[in-house]
């Protein structure tokens, strides 16, 4: 089965931009989580998306936004970029269990480096 | 103020020797993932834990969940170069909907020939 894909891997952008990242979850997989990983703070969450809904979402302004598709693919958007916007962007999968949570497993990651 | 403390931060050791990493919190957790990271590349799952006082073995490593499903512990026996790397511990808070999840801030650890 393949894994979670991120399109791009890296991306360069500078200041006052905006930028679109892709995620593909593996198959069968409904939610689809955002994470940014800076070395600074480390792993937040981002948001998560299932059936298409923002089913939860961190601590982030709202230059920050989502969506999912019918096909589970889901794209982040950050608008109006800023220095501190550089980091590792991640997306993770995982299947939706009645009552609890599951499994995320992890793409790649894009690399998001604003000038 | 991280919810999730990982301690330590960082450690270098010789190859052969035992080390634990140490994640607690003052809350309650539904599961507890263990990630290993490489650098440039996303965290791989190492092991998932759902039951308080579970114990899973990976080979050389021992998870352990603590039995109020606060805390948990990575331990390494007879560690190997091929260990270095981010280990990371991220739980799913008990009551939140949905899968999100809580990291820790990380354990560097470099496993030296």
């Known amino acids: 089965k393949a894994g979670v894909t991120q399109t791009p891997r890296y991306l360069i952008k500078t200041r006052g931009q905006q930028v679109t990242l892709s995620c593909s979850p593996i198959?069968?997989?409904?939610?689809v989580s955002w994470y940014q990983q800076t070395p600074g703070q480390g792993l937040q969450f981002l948001f998560e998306?299932?059936?298409?809904?923002?089913?939860n979402k961190g601590n982030f302004p709202g230059r920050f936004s989502g969506r999912q598709f019918s096909n589970s693919r889901s794209e982040m958007n950050v608008s109006t970029l800023e220095l501190g916007d550089s980091a590792l962007y991640l997306c993770?999968?995982?299947?939706?269990?009645?009552?609890?949570?599951?499994?995320?497993?992890f793409g790649p990651g894009t690399r998001l480096t604003v000038l | 103020t991280q919810l999730l403390e990982q301690s330590p931060q960082f450690l270098s050791i010789q190859e052969g020797e035992n080390l634990t990493v140490y994640c607690n919190s003052s809350?309650?957790?539904?599961?507890l993932q263990w990630y290993r990271q490489e650098p440039g590349e996303g965290p791989v799952l190492l092991v998932t834990v759902v039951t308080g006082g579970e114990v899973k073995k990976l080979k050389r490593l021992t998870f352990q969940f603590g039995d109020a499903r606060k805390d948990s512990s990575l331990h390494i026996t007879a560690a190997q170069p091929g260990d270095t790397g981010l280990y990371l511990c991220a739980g799913a808070i008990f009551g939140n909907a949905g899968n999100m999840l809580t990291f820790g801030g990380g354990t560097r650890l470099m496993v030296k020939p």
């Open positions: 198959s069968g997989h409904r939610s």
């Open positions: 993770a999968s995982s299947r939706v269990l009645a009552g609890s949570t599951d499994t995320q497993y």
């Open positions: 809350s309650v957790f539904s599961s």
């Open positions: 998306y299932f059936s298409e809904t923002q089913r």
